[in-house]
Every structure is written in structure tokens, then in C-alpha cells.
């Protein structure tokens, strides 16, 4: 039989391996950064093809490339940093099977994906947010290649078909079942990763790949559907954080983050959150799902979203902003790091893939609008309270209002657009102490008397409250 070899270092992305071979003989790479390091940073997550094209040429079929590139992000740093965003989430980078614009359908792990640029576009890229202090998260698939049936030969280096599981489907989509780890996600081939040799190529590919392109941490697909054993070497030899993608109960979460990935993708709570601010639902779910999530061994390293390119924009159910916010808050201020998808401070509002993945370059990178300009804020407060170094404590919950604490910082959040108010007795202050809520320039401060404060929420929008000097 044919002995099939791993690749060496120098034969992955051997060009750009080669250069930055060179420049270790000056200064020492590293693999990323750990969980703990990650917990301080706003994560800002762009889709490569949709993010700019320098060209600016319009797109007129979203199923499709759209133009956008390695090159045209690191013109348009300056918008991401201005929001306060010191880590980018980047679309998976290898060359993928035709219409793959996403970059979840690979076709060659030895080739970057040309319709986003040159491996030294990527390299210029994540040297140009490192100058910045902004740290690159790179997107990466492990489960499955292509849409090729089952004709490999194209697919480089798994090409046989002893490197993949039995043709079958996914329908049910419940962790450690046969069929989520054997068969198919939507007809996609599925890797079997119980050979030895794809276990080891993906496990030198990774290594290599943090190492040759200098990237921080990692965002991984479909992780429930491989099975644990597989991530927990996956992510040694990656040697950073990775948030994993697991939608599906608690227990699922829970248990790949117990035995998997550092982090998990936290849907539960995105699920929760659409259905209280979008919906208007009973804000004591939120009560409910912070208790639940005293089962992860650590929520702090969670992945906070209300959007991404999986499901419609928040902004497709409802044009109410305000509780749009009020969302946005709390993925911005509670406990896990926080994730906003590229086009939230412009409003889009596309609905299901690919609606739901518009080019921005249209809106001319706008500055101005009020939810750029919210996000900054709120981003801007995040880092000067460090609230991730903080527990998060429930102060108050009801079916319309929700706060709660870091620290310093006091957090009241609604989803009803009239004036309710609330007298806060379970809070962290003590008497006299003035705060102030960070969106009122002043004008609406209150000072603690006999134990207590009492909030009013006016016109449905959040308040962050924090301590003042007299």
C-alpha cells in the first residue's frame, strides 16, 4: 500500500513559510494567545468577500463572489478600530470548490483562496492589524470539504475515498449521535477523522498555519460534529483560543467546552436574547439562562453574539433600535467575549443566507450612524471598566427590565419602549456614592440613599451605570 505523508512545514504555503522562516532568526513567532489573554478583547467579525472591495464594484447575486479581499479589509482598519474593535474574525482562507465565497467549502489546504488576494495580502493583513494592536481570528473548517459528491480527486490532499465516512445525511441535529458524526452536514463530504492520516494532517495543517501567517486565535465550524477527543488535540496543536461553533442543548455546549475547545459559540443565549429584546418575550428568561450556564466550566470564555452570517439579521424581525441596544449591550458588557457582525453599526437587516451577508462597501464605511457611534461607546466603556475582570451578578430581573453588575458597573436593560421604574436594594454601593449613566452626558446620575437607587427606563433604551466623582 501507498505510505501517505503528512506535510512538513515547508511544504504548506511553502512561499511565505520560507520569508517569515527568515525573519525568525530576528524575532520568535507565536502560536496565539490563550483563552485568558482573549477575555480582554471586542471581537468584530467580517465575511472576506463582503467586507470591501477595493474596486468598489457592486454585487448583484449574494450567492456568489462578491469581490472582496485581504487587501481592501486592511484599507478600512481605521472603521473597525474606530468602533474600538482590537480583534477580527476572518472568513477561512484555503482555495475552495467553485461559488465557495464563504470559504466553508475547501478544496486545497495547501493554497490560499485567490478571490481574497496572495498569501502575501494576508500576511500585509495581519501584520497591519498587529501594528495596530488588533488581534486576527482566523475561521477554519475541519469537518468537511466541498460540495463534490463523492469524486475526490480534485480535493488536495484528501483525494481517496478512505478519508471520508459513508454517504449519509444529517437530519437530526443532536450531539454524539452516529449520524451527526458520521454522515453528512448538508451533503457536504464529511472527513472521518479517525484516520490517522487526516487526524495528522489536520492537526500539522492548523500548527502550520498559525505559525506561517502569525494569526491569535481561532474561530472553528461544525465542531459537533467531530467528535471531542479529535478537538482536544486539534487545539494543542493549534496552540491559542478557539471559540467553536455548537448549536444545539446546554448539555452539547457544555460538553465540548468540558472536553473539546476553550470556547463555545454561545447560542443558547442568542436564542434567549432574540426572543426578549427582538420579540418582546419575558425578560425573566434571562434569569433562567444564566443559571443554566453555571454548568460551563467557564463562561468567560464563551462567544456573545446577537448576528452573524448563519442566521437572519436581528434587524429582519424588527425595526425597533432601541431594543436592538439593548441587545447589543449585553453581548458587549456580560460575562464572555464579546462578537458583532460586520454591517451591525449600519443597520442591515438582511434575512436568511445569503441575504443575511450584504457587501458593505456601499455605505462608504459611514462613521456617523448611531449605532456605529453606540458600539464605540459601548466598546470605549468596556475596556475602560474592564468589566471581563468582574463576576457578573444578577441585580434585578422582571418580565421588563433586567440589571446587572461588573463590578462598578451596573447594567439596566428593557424591552418595553414606555417609562417603567425600578428601586434598586440588592446592589454594590455604598451610601452616597454617585453614578451615572454613561449615555446621558451627565444628565442622569443618582445617588445611593439608605442602600438603594431607583432606575427609570425611558423610550426602551439601555443604561450603563457607573460611579462618579463628587
Known sequence: ????????????????????????????????????MWQSRTIYEIMTDRFNNPSNAPCYNLSNYCGGTWAGATEQLDYI?????????????????????????????????????????????????????VWVMLDIVANHVGPV????????????????????????????????????????????????????????????????FDFDGIRADTVMYIDQEFWVGFTEAA???????????????????????????????????????????????????????????????????????????????????????????????????????YGTEQNFHGGNDPDNREILWPTNFDTTTNTYQFIAQVVSFRKMAQVWNYEQVQRYSTDDFYAFTRGDTFVALTNQMGNIQYTITYQPYSDGTKICNIFSNGDDCLTVENGQFTVSMGEGNPKIYYPVSS
Open 81 to 133: 478600530t474606530g468602533m474600538g474593535f482590537d480583534a477580527i474574525w476572518i472568513s477561512p482562507i484555503v482555495l475552495n470548490t467553485p461559488g465557495g465565497y464563504h470559504g466553508y467549502w475547501a478544496q486545497d489546504f495547501y493554497a490560499v483562496n485567490p478571490y481574497f488576494g496572495t498569501e502575501g495580502d494576508l500576511t500585509n493583513f495581519v501584520q497591519a492589524c498587529h501594528a495596530k494592536g
Open 239 to 341: 496552540g491559542s483560543y478557539i471559540v467553536g461553533e455548537v448549536e444545539s442543548s446546554y448539555q452539547c455546549c457544555i460538553s465540548y467546552q468540558q472536553e473539546g475547545v476553550p470556547g463555545i459559540l454561545s447560542y443558547p443565549m442568542f436564542y434567549t436574547l432574540r426572543a426578549v429584546f427582538q420579540q418582546g418575550q419575558s425578560m425573566n428568561q434571562l434569569q433562567t439562562e444564566v443559571q443554566e450556564y453555571a454548568g460551563f466550566p467557564n463562561v468567560n470564555l464563551l462567544g456573545n453574539f446577537i448576528d452573524n452570517q448563519d442566521q437572519p439579521r436581528y434587524l429582519n424581525g424588527t425595526d425597533n433600535l432601541p431594543s436592538y441596544y439593548n441587545a447589543i449591550t449585553w453581548v458587549l458588557t456580560s460575562a464572555g467575549i464579546p462578537i458583532i457582525y
Open 1 to 36: 500500500p501507498t505510505v501517505r505523508l503528512c506535510p512538513t512545514k515547508s511544504s504548506m504555503f511553502r512561499h511565505t513559510y520560507a520569508f517569515l522562516l527568515l525573519l525568525s532568526f530576528f524575532c520568535l513567532a507565536h502560536a496565539g494567545y490563550n483563552g485568558t
Open 149 to 212: 459528491g463523492t469524486n475526490y480527486l480534485t480535493i488536495d490532499p484528501f483525494n481517496v475515498t478512505d478519508d471520508y465516512h459513508v454517504d449519509c445525511q444529517v437530519s437530526n441535529y443532536v450531539c454524539f449521535t452516529n449520524e451527526t458524526l458520521l454522515c453528512r452536514l448538508s451533503n457536504l463530504p464529511d472527513l472521518n477523522q479517525t484516520v490517522p492520516y487526516v487526524k495528522e494532517f489536520l492537526y500539522q495543517w492548523i500548527s502550520d498555519i498559525m505559525t506561517t
